[in-house]
């Protein structure tokens, strides 16, 4: 565990680079969670006046404070991507299980026809986007794993490599924006 001091230097070193004070830094993370003006100022005891200064465009608190959001907004949607792909493979798992000689003709048939139809539509589409994918590194999957693992989310190496996936969707995704 590191010291506080250790912590301290690093958050200095945060604060400095993005050339704002730690008060700044606490009113850019209340106002992400969508606090108001008048509330950042009670909480930290500074003008609303002061803390509309703070955050307006072009002023060094507005420059952290988007990019903060667009961090916060990244890992939320990183989020809710990882969480659709494991419902996915539970779907999917699902599909095999109405597949199994257990299960009444009727219901494997259709089980079978609309897996066909759902991934004959989608095979071109997929073929070609995995061929221009870039070559994952294993930082990137060693990444991604430690992501499921915090969630308590069991995993496989194709949850993984949809989660790489996802990811790299993201980051295509924010290079559009830059």
Request: glycine share 4%; net charge negative.
């Amino acid at each position: 565990m590191e010291s506080l001091t250790q912590k301290d230097t690093k958050q200095h070193d945060v604060l400095k680079k993005l050339n704002i004070n730690a008060p700044q830094m606490r009113a850019i993370i209340m106002r992400t969670s969508g606090a108001r003006f008048s509330e950042i100022s009670a909480e930290l005891g500074v003008s609303e006046n002061t803390i509309k200064n703070w955050f307006r465009i072009g002023t060094d608190t507005y420059g952290a404070f988007k990019e903060h959001a667009t961090n916060v907004a990244y890992s939320i949607g990183l989020d809710a991507e990882i969480r659709m792909r494991v419902m996915a493979h539970k779907a999917t798992d699902t599909l095999e299980e109405m597949l199994s000689e257990d299960m009444s003709p009727a219901i494997r048939l259709r089980a079978a026809l609309y897996i066909h139809e759902k991934t004959s539509k989608q095979y071109e589409a997929e073929k070609e986007y995995r061929a221009m994918m870039p070559l994952r590194t294993s930082e990137t999957h060693k990444l991604a794993e430690s992501m499921l693992r915090q969630r308590g989310i069991e995993y496989d190496i194709d949850t993984i490599d949809g989660v790489v996936e996802v990811m790299m969707d993201y980051v295509r995704e924010m290079d559009k924006h830059v």
